[in-house]
């Protein structure tokens, strides 16, 4: 079954402590994204990539990192998260942001505390 | 740059009323338009999508949605709603002007509530 993994999720976490919240996606796909859903904002990306070692910021990205160095894996991490970081996040996958279906996760909430 | 707006962040109809769920876009090329449907504690998946071809879209649970160029609107309908369609319904926009750099754009979602 085709499919977009995350892991975990729910996360309640302190200030301050790393945290990495992974995503792996079945379908070969090249492209890859993070988004962040908050109330009366929908989602907006933090950060996408187009194929492995190939990542650029989105349109939130401060206080983010990612990785891809399979194609299959693009975790996302959080070096020292804050409060204005509760949110729920999703991870995609596409063949092309174009004018193909992207595919999400479940979702992860996370609440900073 | 590209950009959607979805005027109403919530809508409520009765069951069996006419579903309207408006979407407005902005591309400085022609565009890619997508629905996408979040049930509670889901993700998105995609309800239909708009690829140049034909104006009228149909997509899955009976939904369709309209392209309209003079409009730049790309509006969801469906004849007759049903409970199972309380969702929160995202459009989004894609295009190719920044190739290489594509993306795909959300709008603010609106929250369907079907009232029986």
């Known amino acids: 079954e085709a499919q977009v993994t995350q892991n975990p999720r729910y996360l309640i976490t302190v200030t301050g402590k790393k945290l990495t919240v992974t995503c792996s996606q079945n379908m070969n796909h090249e492209y890859m994204s993070w988004y962040r859903q908050d109330p009366g904002l929908g989602l907006r990306q933090i950060y996408y990539s187009m194929n492995v070692e190939v990542t650029d910021k989105g349109d939130v990205p401060e206080g983010y990192k990612v990785s891809r160095k399979e194609k299959r894996n693009f975790p996302l991490i959080l070096e020292s998260p804050s409060p204005n970081q509760t949110s729920l996040y999703f991870c995609?996958?596409?063949?092309?942001?174009?004018?193909?279906?992207?595919?999400f996760g479940q979702g992860t909430r996370l609440t900073v505390v | 740059a590209q950009s959607v707006t979805q005027l109403g962040s919530h809508v409520s109809v009765s069951e069996g009323a006419l579903v309207l769920l408006r979407c407005n876009y902005s591309s400085s090329v022609p565009p890619y338009l997508f629905w996408y449907v979040q049930y509670p504690n889901q993700g998105l998946q995609l309800l239909l999508k708009?690829?140049?071809?034909?104006?009228l879209v149909k997509g899955i649970n009976g939904f369709e949605a309209e392209f309209k160029k003079s409009e730049t609107s790309f509006h969801l309908t469906k004849p007759s709603a049903h409970m199972s369609d309380a969702a929160e319904y995202f459009c989004a926009v894609s295009d190719r002007s920044n190739f290489g750099n594509e993306k795909l754009t959300f709008g603010t979602g609106t929250r369907l509530t079907i009232i029986p």
């Open positions: 708009y690829t140049s071809a034909a104006t």
């Open positions: 995609a996958s596409s063949l092309s942001w174009v004018d193909t279906e992207a595919f």
